[in-house]
């Protein structure tokens, strides 16, 4: 996004220089213009090329403010989520020492397949009564594979985290996950509960 605002600056102060430099009228039509005429035509054309650099100005802005919020409120449910776990499991220093390095692990490797898969193709955005028959094929052999793949990783770090931590915890860490879950998920629906009415006036 960087890249396009500075091209679009660029541009602009290229065609901003050239306009003001120029000894030559921009076209056959101001050779017939008197000065006072071109001073207006060339304070117009200036201001028209202020505005649209101010223009992609804000909106760069805008995306960037929009970035740096997403990245807040990511950090704030992780810090959430530590918290949470952390208190359901009852970690001691020592537990929480060698089981969050291991359990990060596993959620950036969670996180990586839910991306692929979703990169891949998502079929809840296709019409499922459009599709041939060899689609849908496709799609339920990629779910299937989807699915064993996230086995697979739970199968390994399972065996990962009853080496930090007693069965008890490790089982009570699944459930505790859910529960975390299922209560971001209610905080999201309050929120947008709350903001409709203001939205509708």
Do not use: C
Not at 14 to 21: D, K, M, Q, R, S
């Amino acid at each position: 996004m960087k890249t396009n605002f500075v091209k679009i600056t660029a541009a602009t102060l290229l065609l901003a220089t050239t306009i003001l430099v120029s000894p030559t009228p921009v076209n056959a039509q101001q050779d017939n213009l008197k000065p006072a005429q071109q001073d207006s035509q060339l304070s117009t054309q200036q201001n028209d090329l202020s505005s649209q650099n101010n223009q992609a100005i804000a909106q760069y802005n805008k995306q960037n403010t929009q970035g740096k919020q997403h990245g807040d409120q990511h950090k704030n449910v992780e810090a959430q989520r530590i918290a949470f776990i952390t208190k359901e499991l009852n970690l001691t220093p020592d537990e929480a020492k060698v089981f969050w390095p291991v359990y990060n692990e596993y959620d950036a490797k969670r996180h990586d397949l839910k991306k692929s898969f979703k990169e891949s193709g998502d079929f809840h955005k296709k019409d499922i009564a459009k599709l041939t028959e060899k689609e849908a094929n496709q799609i339920l052999d990629n779910q299937i594979v989807e699915a064993q793949k996230f086995l697979d990783l739970r199968k390994e770090y399972h065996a990962k985290f009853k080496s930090v931590l007693p069965a008890v915890k490790v089982l009570k860490l699944y459930d505790t996950e859910r529960e975390f879950q299922k209560m971001l998920i209610d905080k999201i629906r309050q929120h947008k509960e709350t903001r409709a009415p203001a939205d509708k006036k």
